[in-house]
């Protein structure tokens, strides 16, 4: 990702005419005026831009080194793994026992009691 990003801003390249952007052109008789420590500092901050970029590069170039050796490892533990034996046929799946339907006599209600005088 970072390398695509240093290619798009063109520091691994030289700009082709096609990508560049038309540039507007003073009035002859008059240069632009340029303070030179805003130049300077400019500079040193680009140096400084680029020299991150570069860290950070590095930084993924090491961290995906770190994956792959990971990544063998895992393969290379898993070469080791004895294969498990065959799982026997799965027993059928029970049937719940069937329900017995309700039975036809339903108890029958009693009076309820009287108090006794």
Avoid: C, F, Y
């Amino acid at each position: 990702m970072i390398a695509s990003s240093i290619e798009w801003l063109g520091w691994t390249k030289s700009p082709s005419l096609e990508n560049t952007a038309p540039q507007t052109v003073a009035p002859k008789g008059t240069a632009p005026s340029l303070d030179p420590a805003q130049v300077q500092q400019m500079a040193q901050n680009l140096a400084e831009l680029r020299e991150m970029v570069q860290q950070l590069t590095a930084g993924q170039d090491q961290t995906r080194r770190e994956i792959d050796k990971l990544e063998s490892a895992i393969v290379e533990i898993l070469m080791k793994m004895p294969e498990a034996p065959p799982q026997p046929p799965a027993a059928p799946a029970r049937k719940p026992a069937p329900v017995p339907p309700p039975s036809s006599r339903a108890p029958t209600a009693q009076p309820p009691l009287r108090p006794s005088q």
